[in-house]
């Protein structure tokens, strides 16, 4: 009977925790406003990335973002849409693994150079296959000290 009490009780504390864990709100500085978009696929068009191979691009302007996105994966489009380019950037992140994993932004910070962004892939608590898909996050940004000169990109699983 203890045991049965035991396995509920922790089955409930970890449960509890990675609810917690899947929650979180990532940390930004106070002077800036951060949206994102999560999206299975290559908003851009490209080859499937390699596995854990990353890569980011800073859209600056609407005209830019006009001939980036692809016209079969709205998503890209559809967010820029809603971006106003004299107040905000989008920064696509992507990232090359799973298709069942997820990214999820943890933080961005101020460096010297400009702005350092830590990401990390959510996985889910049982992986049912093994796969390889581009996933891209979308990150607008409004920030009053513009579009950065670098982005140091961290994406960790």
Not at 9 to 17: E, P, R, S, Y
Not at 18 to 25: E, H, I, N, P, V
Not at 43 to 56: H, K, M
């Amino acid at each position: 009977m203890k045991r049965r009490k035991f396995l509920a009780v922790g089955g409930l504390a970890f449960g509890a925790g990675y609810a917690l864990y899947r929650s979180r709100t990532p940390s930004i500085p106070n002077d800036m406003d951060v949206d994102t978009l999560y999206t299975e696929g290559n908003v851009f068009g490209l080859p499937v990335l390699g596995y854990r191979e990353q890569s980011y691009t800073i859209i600056a302007d609407g005209e830019t973002a006009d001939t980036e996105f692809r016209d079969d994966h709205p998503d890209g489009s559809d967010f820029a849409e809603e971006t106003n380019f004299e107040e905000s950037y989008i920064l696509v992140a992507q990232y090359g693994t799973r298709s069942e994993e997820d990214l999820v932004l943890d933080s961005i910070e101020r460096i010297e150079s400009g702005l350092r962004v830590a990401i990390s892939v959510d996985k889910p608590f049982l992986i049912d296959h093994d796969d390889l898909k581009t996933h891209s996050y979308l990150i607008r940004i409004t920030d009053k000290e513009g579009v950065p000169d670098s982005v140091d990109l961290t994406i960790a699983e």
